[in-house]
């Protein structure tokens, strides 16, 4: 396993980190860019001088951020200003906190009563698990403030959402389809909406959510700002920015689709059969001490975290067949150490945010090679170094070359095929069942002589049958 953690990643034709210019934004469409490279590029050594008001300050103190990120330096100044922006920067790289802080600050300068049944400020995710994670980062940042901020998203009762859009809130971080439903129902009223933020913007067009964003944005009203935030920028993306952005201010941090650079890359090649034994195999490694793995399917995610288990490693499946409260438990025993590895679908880790993930492993190669982007950048977050492994056979080569095109990366890989494979994993439990119900939805049927009671007795007026008695057919 040393071998996996050696220098990986060797540069083909590596292009300008200073970014890559849209080459469907034309200057004549008054589109500015703005591209930056690495932190030392930075000029501002901390958030004084974005001009935030002094409750935000304070609490960027107590979170311990002291210096503004590439992303932050530069999209701020622009969102202060009022302007729409694109904003291109890579999982992890502090894209939230670059448009909270000045829709935050904005909120607390002109103050006024949250619009029933809406929001001043609508901010859409793909996922629920992303959706909650914004929305805990516009309290953390806002802590102390009696700002109105809630989620709306699928896989819960709507109660609760229906009384929080009634009173009338400051910030809603959503998912497109349950904000949908709402505006069906006619308990959202979207009429009052000052900002509007998509989030993981590629993402959710993957997910077929276009026809609900455009039904979300007919009903906002023509004046407010927008905000266009993703790892990746596809040509469709950039057609429904300039579709809905006015005048957008471009900003680029990294390349798209590039890889995060303090990410170590191995790919090792395996025969498919024996890609459980090769996985077990690795996380005998000590150092992968919290891990997601990737899977393309939910019923995948399942088995291999059974596999998992049944090796005696610690591990829980996230997808979108799980409840909510299934994907909570499984999120919170993963920060906190109880699961050793989380086995994932694309869609459900998109909005996965922990710092300490060491290790990414794919299990299966992704289908489309952008989401090899957004799966790697689950480690090396908040300027922590971290490792992707990759298994391939034989049928995934061509996803394998189609995500080096993509990055620009030539990969180093590892043969572990035929004699070189790894050995049988070993069964140390078996996997746990589900727990029986405490008793069941019906009284067991039984003969009443066997069990020591009494037979059946008629009511009141009635002529008792004895129990031994069977009764007689009906005459035909």
């Known amino acids: 396993m040393s071998s996996c953690r050696a220098p990986v990643c060797k540069p083909l034709d590596r292009p300008d980190t200073r970014g890559v210019p849209f080459n469907d934004y034309s200057p004549q469409r008054g589109i500015r860019r703005a591209f930056c490279g690495c932190v030392k590029d930075n000029p501002l050594e901390n958030f004084n001088g974005f001009g935030l008001a002094a409750p935000l300050l304070t609490a960027l103190t107590k979170m311990g951020y002291a210096k503004p990120t590439p992303i932050q330096a530069e999209a701020i100044p622009v969102l202060m200003n009022g302007r729409d922006l694109v904003g291109i ?182 025969d498919a059969p024996r890609k459980r034994d090769m996985l077990v195999e690795l996380f005998a490694d000590a150092a992968l001490t919290r891990a997601i793995v990737f899977t393309r399917t939910k019923h995948g995610a399942d088995r291999v975290a059974r596999s998992l288990d049944e090796a005696g490693i610690s591990a829980l499946a996230i997808h979108g067949n799980k409840s909510q409260g299934q994907r909570e438990r499984a999120l919170a025993a993963f920060r906190s150490g109880a699961s050793r590895a989380l086995v994932a679908t694309d869609i459900a880790a998109r909005g996965i945010d922990i710092d300490d993930v060491s290790h990414v492993v794919n299990f299966e190669l992704p289908e489309v090679a952008e989401a090899y982007v957004h799966r790697i950048g689950r480690t090396a977050r908040a300027g922590r170094a971290g490792q992707a492994i990759s298994l391939c056979d034989a049928s995934e080569r061509d996803s394998l070359r189609a995500i080096e095109r993509l990055t620009r990366l030539r990969i180093f890989s590892l043969d572990r095929r035929g004699d070189k494979g790894p050995k049988p994993a070993p069964v140390v439990r078996k996997a746990a069942t589900p727990p029986a119900p405490d008793r069941p939805h019906h009284l067991p049927h039984r003969n009443p002589r066997s069990a020591g009671q009494q037979p059946h007795r008629a009511r009141p007026g009635r002529r008792a049958r004895p129990a031994y008695q069977a009764r007689s057919a009906p005459a035909r």
């Open 89 to 270: 920067a890579q999982t992890g790289s502090g894209k939230t906190a670059a448009f909270a802080l000045p829709i935050l600050n904005r909120l607390i300068a002109d103050k006024r009563p949250a619009p029933r049944g809406g929001a001043r400020a609508l901010v859409l995710s793909p996922t629920r698990e992303l959706a909650s994670q914004i929305a805990q980062s516009f309290r953390d940042l806002s802590a102390g403030l009696a700002l109105d901020i809630a989620t709306v998203f699928g896989g819960v009762p709507h109660g609760a959402q229906i009384r929080a859009l009634a009173r009338g809130l400051d910030v809603l971080v959503a998912t497109p389809g349950r904000l949908v439903d709402h505006l069906d129902a006619r308990v959202a009223n979207l009429s009052a909406v000052e900002f509007l933020v998509l989030d993981e913007v590629d993402r959710m067009l993957d997910l077929g959510f276009i026809k609900p964003i455009r039904r979300i944005v007919r009903e906002l009203p023509r004046k407010r700002q927008n905000l266009f935030f993703s790892a990746t920028m596809p040509p469709d993306i950039r057609r429904l920015a300039g579709e809905l952005l006015h005048e957008p201010h471009e900003v680029s941090v990294t390349p798209a689709a590039t890889t995060v650079d303090s990410v170590e890359q191995t790919v090792i090649h395996v």
